[in-house]
């Protein structure tokens, strides 16, 4: 069975740090994509960011770039997002999904970690 189990989220204050972690079994994770999606209350859920199954090449979106960082760790499963400058904007429900290849899409989901960052 497939587990993806985030963690790391919270409540912060503007311009605070917090780093998510994704820690995924039942699968070999070497082989598989990453990305970090959120979810704001009303909104459609986004792309936050995606990183190539051997950490090669990562990709973050515009409204994160600079701020944000993911990366991996495939000796321990485990995904990360550094998230640095945090803003009230990015408050959501953070996931973590999995995907073998671009054409699959992603296959696997987390249960989501609450963010909030207060101003």
């Known amino acids: 069975q497939v587990q993806l189990v985030e963690s790391g989220g919270g409540l912060v204050q503007a311009g605070g740090s917090l780093r998510l972690s994704c820690t995924i079994s039942?699968?070999?994770?070497?082989?598989?994509?990453m990305g970090w999606f959120r979810q704001a209350p009303e909104k459609e859920r986004e792309i936050v960011a995606s990183?190539?199954?051997?950490?090669?090449?990562?990709w973050h979106a515009d409204s994160v770039k600079g701020r944000f960082t993911v990366s991996r760790d495939n000796a321990k499963n485990t995904v990360y997002l550094q998230m640095n400058s945090l803003k009230p904007e990015d408050t959501a429900i953070y996931y973590c999904?999995?995907?073998?290849?671009?054409?699959?899409?992603?296959?696997?989901w987390g249960q989501g970690t609450q963010v909030t960052v207060s101003s």
């Open positions: 999904a999995a995907r073998r290849n671009a054409v699959i899409g992603y296959q696997y």
């Open positions: 990183i190539t199954w051997g950490g090669g090449v990562a």
């Open positions: 039942g699968l070999t994770f070497g082989v598989y994509g």
